[in-house]
């Protein structure tokens, strides 16, 4: 029997460029850089299974790649401050080259999650003795970039995780600011102002929960996205047994995930049929863990090992349940079958497998 804890290892070492950046997948054709987001994930994957030189090497990628474009976020600071409007070349992207350069192409990269992500990864590194303390003070820099970066533009629209709807807040973007934010004051308190996570909570809280008492998957829509898991976890906007977060995740069960079975994004996805994907199963059961419901957090595990292929390679999304399957054609006719490996996949399976092994114990 394949052991896909150590196959999963594997992939993500071997998806590891040697600029440090991890390719989110290795074999689709349109996944072939490391994105903020994914990469961060993969790192503290990778730290919590004992790989902490692969996760340090990640850190100091992403450190390096985002001072190289110092001078663009003065730019964009700089026409903020004179009451410039912003255009699209002004921002950051969301995902760069495994050799740090932006991309050309016309793919929508203005996405806030992953700074905000990637703050709150290097914060578990330093606490968790990846990054030592001189890593830290060479690091130390990006991470204050970051923060002037995000500080200006959390209010500003902008695509969320799954690289769609520009024109929104999306409440799971502001909560891997308002994570990462806090989780680098509590590092270092002469870094973030009080005031701005503060202020990012109190604009989720007071705009973005729905009627009906949960989170919205984006200002103005009442709909539910699994990405809102982020809310509690890892992030702690609010808590697992905050009513918010409670009636958020009941919704979420209720719409999203199939019984017995895996997690959608939200119900109105089409991308590939709309699929039921591993990661998001893995945190569906990492809240689970967090709330103690170990039960339904192993089935969740044991539901994703099922879906890995012979060699142990794990797929963005099964098509087992798909939301619409007239677009299933569509999407491989223009990209091939779904990314398969996924270093996010394999890295959510390690990262839901160590907090099952912490409670285990």
């Known amino acids: 029997m394949t052991n896909l804890h150590q196959v999963s290892i594997e992939i993500i070492r071997q998806g590891q460029a040697d600029s440090g950046g991890y390719v989110a997948s290795p074999t689709f054709s349109q996944y072939g850089f490391s994105w903020l987001r994914d990469g961060t994930w993969t790192a503290y994957a990778m730290q919590l299974v004992g790989e902490h030189a692969s996760a340090a090497a990640f850190y100091r990628w992403a450190g390096a790649t985002l001072m190289r474009y110092e001078a663009e976020v003065e730019a964009l600071l700089k026409k903020l401050a004179a009451g410039e409007a912003l255009v699209e070349t002004d921002f950051l992207p969301t995902r760069f080259h495994l050799d740090g350069r932006m991309g050309l192409d016309d793919w929508p990269n203005f996405q806030l999650d992953g700074y905000g992500t990637w703050l709150w990864g290097l914060v578990k ?33 902008n695509y969320d995780c799954w690289e769609e709807h520009r024109d929104h807040i999306h409440p799971a973007t502001l909560s891997a600011l308002y994570g990462g934010l806090m989780a680098l004051r509590s590092l270092d308190p002469s870094l973030v102002d009080a005031v701005l996570p503060a202020a990012i909570r109190a604009f989720v809280m007071q705009q973005c929960v729905a009627e009906q008492g949960h989170f919205m998957k984006f200002l103005g829509n009442s709909e539910v996205d699994a990405s809102l898991l982020w809310t509690a976890v890892p992030y702690g906007l609010v808590t697992v047994t905050d009513p918010v977060f409670q009636a958020t995740l009941a919704k979420i069960e209720r719409d999203l995930h199939v019984p017995a079975g895996g997690v959608y994004r939200y119900a109105a996805d089409t991308y590939f049929g709309g699929g039921e994907w591993l990661l998001l199963a893995a945190w569906l059961g990492w809240a ?3 709330l103690g419901r170990h039960a339904e957090a192993e089935q969740i595990y044991h539901w994703i090992e ?9 797929p963005e999304q099964v098509a087992t349940h798909v939301l619409d399957a007239s677009y299933l054609p569509y999407w491989e006719a223009r990209w091939g079958t779904s990314a398969c490996p996924l270093l996010w996949s394999h890295a959510m399976y390690l990262i839901l497998g160590s907090r099952l092994q912490e409670v285990r114990s």
Request: aromatic share 12%; charged share 15%; net charge negative.
């Open 125 to 157: 590194a330093v606490e968790g003795g990846v990054i030592d303390a001189a890593g830290w003070q060479a690091l130390r820099p990006a991470a204050a970039l970051t923060v002037r970066y995000v500080g200006a533009l959390w209010q500003f629209p």
């Open 288 to 290: 689970y863990v967090e």
């Open 306 to 314: 099922n879906q890995a292929l012979p060699n142990g390679e794990m």
